[in-house]
Structures are given as structure tokens and as C-alpha cells.
């Protein structure tokens, strides 16, 4: 046994420093980035414009309808796995930022002819290859075949929460690593196993790692708001994912339904009931999404997810706004100017209140 004594942070756990800024409005900050990938580049040169914000590749949130208005914000989209080839092929054949998207994948055989099925288009060279336990041998396997077959591809792999691997999976063949276990909303992989990271911890270590490499880190899962998302960049991430945030909206996918609310307010001695709608979320390892795609929850396992019903929230250009926005904002009070000087400017206080008290509070050191 072995017990790591440091510090692990999660986003509540932390917050933004203003400094002295010579920004005068938030028009002034520039959030799109031209990514260039270790691997991509130096077969193809490779580069791509954009703001790293993506839904998760979720079936809730990984939608072709939510990545077509991400794509009108010049930010990206990873569709998740259960759509067919065809319907994938049909839709990157209809869209005008396919360098935006990024096609998810599992590491079985039948996953690998999917997947080939679709990059031997070349509508899109962009991969997610996606398990739950990214320390599974057969991740780094699957990566060095993908990279030995599709050389120009941008390869997106995960998750994990620690350096040691981040490291090892960029020098298989991975441009990006998803960094991120049990620290999403829908997720109960840390509840029921007792295995993960607080994310703004794995955030800071893998992104230092994987920097130090060539490589880059999409951190994925935990950010719940707008400052959750500037956090993770400024904590070093160059993508950042979030399923909660996407999910509910009119281009999710999810099921809707219909609530009768009691109110508070009262007419005639009856208290008034209003109908609200809420749409349905469910993590990729609930049992809900494993009767839906897989046939039911196997016996030699358990669910790690949840499902949710959350508050309709209408079309999703009003969250894209909000989201920017607080980026805007959070760049305008730290002093970056661009998407990626925002880990150079960003100063970290450590406010949770138990985490001090165990360790001390060094936050005026």
C-alpha cells in the first residue's frame, strides 16, 4: 500500500486571482486557438482554428444536431459511438467544419471496421477513441494501430488522470489525451469503486506531462459552470469537455417529459400546479444506457452512472453565449489575451475550507 500526502484539488476547491490587466472589454480577448497537433503535424502540417470547447461524446450530448451550432461557434464537437458509419458518413457529407469534429470510437474489432469505414471517406481525419479505464492494455494497442494505419489523423484518447500515463499514451501515437475519471455529473465510477482523481488535480499534472511531450490534454467532466471551463484552461487543459452543461437542451438527444409542479402560490385555497419540462440524461455506464445500447447490464458488473432528468433549457445558442461569455470575462480579469496565454496568467487560490484546515493554509505563501 501506498499513500500519496499531497494536495488533490477539485474545481470547487479553487479560484481565479485577478491581476492588473491593460484589457479594457471583453472584445478585446481572443478566444479562438490554431491547434497543432505532435503527431498530425508532422506528417501533414496539420493545423486547426478553433475554441476548444466540445459536449461530451456522450449519446445525450455527442449529437449531430448539438455539433452542427457548436460548429457555427467555431468550437468542436466529438459525436458519440452508437451512431452507424452511414449516419456519420451521410452527415459529414452535408457539413461545412468537419475539421471540427471528431468521430467516437471504442477498441473492439467491430468498433476498428466502423471506424475505418469512415476515415477511408476522408470527410474527417479527426478520431476519439474512448474507454472508461485508459490504463487497459488495449488502448495504448488500439492507438498504435490507428496511427500506423491513418498516419494523418488527429487521434483524441483517454481517459486518465495521472502524468505517468498521459505521457505514455502520447508517445504511442496520441495528439490529445481525455483526462478525466469519475468527475463527471452522471457519473458514479468514484462512489461505486472508489477509484479517480479531483479534476482540476489531474488537470494541472497531466497537462504539464503531456506538454512536456508534444502532446495536449482535453479535460473532460466536473466543470458544472461557466468558471468551471476557465478554471480547467487555466490549469493547463487545450480542450475541455462537459456533459451536464450540453445535455437538456433541444439538440440533445434525451427523452422529454412532461411534470406537473406544485407552486407556492395559491388561488382560490388550492395551491397552483404548473407543468414543466425536463429532459432526460444518463451516463455512458448507467444501467439505463446499458439496456439502451448494449442489451442490458451484465451480470459481472455494475452500474457506474446515473440517469437524471434535467430542466428543459431550450436551444443550446443561449448556453454556446453564456459559456463564451464567462471565458471573455474570466480572460478580461486575469490579463490573457489569448485562449492559450490563459495558463501563463492565471494565479489559483485555494478556498476550500477543509482542505486548509488539514493542510494549512498556505494560500499568502
Known amino acids: 500500500m501506498r499513500i500519496i500526502n499531497e494536495k488533490q484539488l477539485d474545481f470547487t476547491d479553487v479560484i481565479l486571482r485577478p491581476k492588473r490587466s491593460r484589457l479594457t472589454s471583453r472584445s478585446e480577448v481572443e ?3 490554431e491547434y497543432e497537433f505532435k503527431w498530425t503535424k ?41 451512431y452507424t458509419a452511414k449516419e456519420v458518413i451521410n452527415f459529414l457529407k452535408k457539413h461545412q467544419r468537419n475539421d471540427l469534429i471528431f468521430i467516437s470510437t471504442g477498441v473492439s474489432e467491430e468498433d476498428y471496421k466502423k471506424i475505418k469505414e469512415i476515415l477511408d471517406t476522408k470527410l474527417c481525419n479527426n478520431i476519439c477513441i474512448d474507454i472508461a479505464n485508459g490504463y487497459a492494455p488495449i488502448l495504448k494497442e488500439f492507438i498504435i494501430k490507428v496511427r500506423a494505419d491513418y498516419p494523418d489523423s488527429v487521434i483524441m484518447a483517454g481517459n486518465v488522470v495521472t502524468g505517468d500515463m498521459t505521457e505514455d499514451l502520447i508517445l504511442s501515437g496520441a ?7 469519475g468527475s463527471g455529473s452522471a457519473c458514479t465510477t468514484r462512489k461505486l469503486t472508489g477509484v479517480g482523481r479531483p ?3 489531474a488537470i494541472y499534472e497531466c497537462a504539464d506531462a503531456a506538454h512536456g511531450v508534444g502532446g495536449m490534454i482535453c479535460a473532460d467532466g466536473g466543470c458544472t459552470v461557466p468558471g468551471d471551463i476557465a478554471k480547467a484552461f487555466g490549469a493547463g487543459a487545450d480542450m475541455v469537455m462537459a456533459g451536464g452543461m450540453f445535455a437538456g437542451h433541444e439538440e440533445s438527444d434525451g427523452e422529454l417529459i412532461t411534470k406537473q409542479i406544485e407552486t407556492n402560490e395559491i388561488i382560490e385555497g388550492k395551491k397552483v400546479i404548473e407543468e414543466k419540462l425536463y429532459k432526460s440524461y444518463y451516463g455512458m455506464s448507467s444501467e439505463h444506457a446499458q439496456n439502451k445500447f448494449y442489451g442490458g447490464l ?8 446515473k440517469y437524471v432528468e434535467l430542466l428543459y433549457k431550450g436551444k443550446v445558442e443561449n448556453t454556446i453565449l453564456e459559456i463564451l461569455g464567462g471565458l471573455r470575462s474570466s480572460m478580461t480579469y486575469i490579463g490573457a489575451r ?20 488539514i493542510y494549512g493554509d498556505d494560500t499568502k505563501k
Request: proline residues 2%.
Open 31 to 33: 478566444i479562438l486557438r
Open 42 to 82: 508532422n506528417t501533414t502540417g496539420l493545423t486547426i482554428k478553433g475554441t476548444g470547447i466540445m459536449p461530451a461524446n456522450m449519446s445525450t450530448s455527442g449529437t449531430i444536431e448539438l455539433a452542427k451550432v457548436m460548429c457555427e461557434h467555431n468550437l468542436f464537437a466529438a459525436l458519440h459511438k452508437h
Open 175 to 181: 495528439d490529445i489525451v481525455k483526462i478525466g475519471i
Open 199 to 201: 479534476q482540476f488535480s
Open 298 to 305: 451484465k451480470k459481472y458488473r455494475a452500474s457506474e452512472g
Open 338 to 357: 489569448r485562449l492559450k496565454d490563459i495558463p501563463k496568467c492565471a494565479t489559483f487560490y485555494i478556498v476550500n475550507r477543509q482542505l486548509n484546515t
